[in-house]
């Protein structure tokens, strides 16, 4: 359903911020500050979508966005410069990705861009549910040659003869004239009611019955409770007081018949634990000491990423020529032990699901589906049926390629890495399979019926498993290539990449993901000064606070 939010906000020294680093915040690139000298960086797992509206009469320095935020800090020096303007804003889940994108850019350059703003725009989509934009706007509107403009002036108040007045202290009399009205109450409301009407239009073209209003409930006449807004005032506490009580009537209310649902579904439902055999568990006992952790689905998913990041940095070490044997042999030992507890847990999984979801299509579906599924069953203690369990099993495939993917892309050389290993495992798996009936992997090229009809169905099952795993492999392989690329390419366009190892791209892809994350191209000045003079990515006390963390 769509919702109507937006909400206005000034980016100010006399609050303490930056406007490089909320341009950095919102946009998720790596920016100088100049007056700071220092870069403002803030890693995000879903990169914003991020792009910069100037208008007529701006120079083409405002289309950069380090240099517009530079620019605007040095022209505005006083202690309460208010540096931008700021909204924030909802995006209708109804429309597509690109119709969103759309939709925006057509009101921010209708409504501020037209009007002599420049406008950051930065689209961040890290939950689905929840797409919203953040809007930097400039607060000093352009001169027609490109410089910077005034946003008030002074005028000096006049008595009949039209000479100068003055107060009782001596001053002279004046007031203040802004030139621009984009901070007056009238305006934002103008602008709140647009938006609401931009959104409305795009859905009836899409015959979407959803409407949306800046008006409140009163306004509307709605015989809702509306929540209340918690500001940093004084009446906070009331708010969050007056808030919770809403959220409980209604959570009350719209949970009775689920809570009904659990209280049935409980009775059929045990705790993964309970489906493990007596060997089993001596088996669990033994692999928990290994690892130093409780099996569990949702410990072998956190004791995998910290593998994957700890081989990541170790690879990495390994590339440019430090002696990691001794890591390496720790990280492959408790490889080993997490490869033995996923076929346990994926053994019980299998049961847990037979006996919960008998419906099931298991060719249909993978190991790691089948995990994430028995998870949200024990956590919602719910038995999903019919079109709720299809939606579910839809999700769960969503979520784990777009988990995989930013994993491969992030770390495509130790995701190459894994790539070839599993790619092994499943040739060496599939080779003795098809050594049973005299046949190599070669005869899969011009596999027909007649040629798995020889075999039983659970041989011709792994046949199938591993073929689809080598498909998938062979993917993901492309995704990484294509990452490696991509970046690369940006960075020397003129460079000879096909005929480079993997290695030494990894090393170029490391340097340039460093030390060039608006991926402008390098030349080879710039490398040379690097080798002569590296970086300082971070200062000292930025190595010691994330050192700290960690």
């Known amino acids: 359903m769509a919702i109507f939010h937006m909400s206005f906000s000034n980016i100010s020294a006399g609050k303490g911020r930056s406007a490089i680093a909320s341009a950095a915040y919102r946009s998720g690139e790596k920016l100088f500050d100049d007056k700071e000298c220092r870069h403002y960086f803030y890693a995000r797992s879903v990169m914003p979508e991020s792009f910069i509206l100037i208008p007529k009469n701006a120079p083409e320095w405002a289309s950069n966005r380090e240099q517009l935020w530079n620019e605007v800090e040095k022209k505005d020096r006083k202690s309460n410069s208010r540096y931008a303007k700021e909204f924030n804003v909802a995006l209708p889940i109804e429309l597509s990705v690109d119709e969103q994108k759309t939709l925006l850019t057509k009101y921010v350059q209708e409504n501020f861009v037209d009007q002599g703003m420049v406008a950051d725009v930065a689209i961040h989509r890290d939950h689905p549910d929840n797409p919203h934009a953040h809007v930097m706007l400039t607060n000093r509107p352009f001169n027609p040659d490109g410089t910077w403009g005034q946003k008030t002036k002074t005028e000096y108040i ?64 709605i015989a809702d409770t509306p929540m209340q807004h918690e500001g940093i005032n004084s009446k906070r506490h009331e708010r969050k007081a007056f808030n919770q009580q809403v959220k409980n009537y209604r959570k009350s209310k719209a949970g009775y018949k689920n809570m009904q649902e659990k209280v049935v579904n409980r009775g059929h439902l045990d705790s993964l634990s309970k489906h493990f055999s007596f060997n089993e568990k001596k088996v669990v006992k033994e692999l928990s000491h290994e690892m130093k ?77 089948r995990r994430e599924l028995i998870k949200e069953t024990n956590s919602e203690q719910t038995i999903f049926k019919g079109s709720e ?3 579910r099993l839809m999700n769960i495939r969503d979520d784990l390629l777009v988990r995989q993917l930013l994993a491969f892309t992030k770390r495509p050389y130790v995701g190459w890495k894994l790539l070839m290993q599993q790619e092994k495992e499943v040739k060496i798996e599939l080779k003795y399979t098809l050594m049973i009936h005299d046949d190599s992997l070669e005869s899969l090229e011009h596999v027909d019926q ?34 490696y690329h991509e970046v690369l ?7 000879d990449l096909d005929g480079l190892p993997l290695i030494k791209q990894e090393q170029a892809y490391t340097a340039v993901m460093y030390y060039d994350p608006v991926l402008k191209p390098c030349q080879a000045e710039t490398i040379e000064q ?8 971070f200062s000292p006390q930025e190595h010691q606070q994330g050192l700290a963390y960690l």
């Open 389 to 391: 369990l299809n939606e």
């Open 158 to 221: 006049l008595d009949s003869h039209g000479n100068k007045t003055k107060t009782p202290a001596g001053n002279v009399r004046n007031r203040k004239i802004w030139l621009v009205d984009w901070d007056k109450k009238e305006k934002i409301t103008e602008w709140r009611h647009n938006w609401a009407a931009s959104v409305n239009q795009a859905l009836e073209q899409k015959n979407i019955p959803d409407r949306i209003s800046e008006k409140s409930f009163v306004e509307q006449g």
């Open 293 to 369: 952790t409780y099996i569990s689905l949702e410990s072998l998913d956190d004791k995998r990423r910290m593998l994957f990041n700890w081989k990541n940095s170790t690879l990495i070490k390994h590339a440019v020529g430090e002696d990691v044997t001794k890591q390496l042999l720790t990280i492959n030992q408790q490889e080993s032990s997490l490869k033995k507890a996923d076929e346990l847990l994926n053994k019980v999984v299998d049961r847990t699901t037979k006996k919960l979801y008998p419906e099931l299509d298991f060719e249909q579906t993978t190991a790691a589906e």
């Open 530 to 537: 690097w080798q002569a003079n590296p970086p300082q990515v």
């Open 450 to 483: 007649g040629l798995l009809e020889k075999y039983s169905p659970t041989e011709q099952q792994k046949i199938t498993r591993a073929v689809k795993d080598l498909r998938a492999i062979m993917a993901v392989k492309q995704v990484i290539k294509t990452q």
């Open 489 to 495: 390419k940006r960075a020397f366009p003129k460079g």
